[in-house]
């Protein structure tokens, strides 16, 4: 009775154990975290904004010290740091129609524009770069399941953007 007592128990700590690990590994393994990670690892440090679309595995971030804008994509596992010198500038597009656009040279376009009734909100970052000339981050889609957060939050979210944008556009 003692040794089947004792089987029993250490089968209950095993299987403890193997669901302990699961779940670390699936905390871990979150997108969104996974995302931050692979955005420290890219600037160097924490970034001074940031932005991330984790069920389409992107993010953008800046870095104001050392003058540097990151993107990653495919869940981090991709991505590339540009110089502030090589950002050309940035729009806010909400359900396919540009709203708001800051360019390089040109006046910006300001978001007055609202939309609580929203279906997609999209970060469009346009660079000097022939390979990646443009990078799109979805702020906000209707369709996607358990998404925190609102249009009008998305929304918020993308003019700050562009406002940092324009800032470095005039440095």
């Known amino acids: 009775m003692g040794e089947a007592f004792r089987t029993v128990l ?7 154990a193997l669901t302990t690990c699961a779940l670390a ?17 890219s600037l160097g440090h924490i970034a001074d904004a940031e932005a991330y679309a984790p069920a389409e595995g992107k993010a953008a971030a800046m870095d104001f010290e050392s003058g540097q804008l990151a993107v990653l994509w495919s869940r981090g596992a991709h991505g590339l ?40 909100v999209v970060l469009r970052l346009m660079f000097a770069d022939a390979r990646h000339p443009e990078f799109e981050l979805g702020l906000w889609n ?3 399941p358990g998404q925190s957060g609102s249009p009008q939050e998305s929304l918020r979210l993308g003019r700050r953007w562009l406002s940092h944008i324009e800032a470095l556009l005039k440095a």
């Open 142 to 144: 209707a369709a996607t």
């Open 10 to 16: 250490l089968i209950a700590l095993a299987a403890a």
């Open 81 to 120: 740091v540009y110089d502030f010198a090589e950002v050309e500038g940035g729009e806010i597009i909400v359900d396919g129609c540009v709203v708001a656009r800051i360019r390089r040279g040109e006046q910006r376009k300001a978001l007055d524009v609202m939309a609580p009734e929203a279906e997609q």
């Open 25 to 41: 590994l699936a905390w871990w393994m979150e997108p969104e975290r996974r995302l931050r990670r692979a955005m420290l690892k």
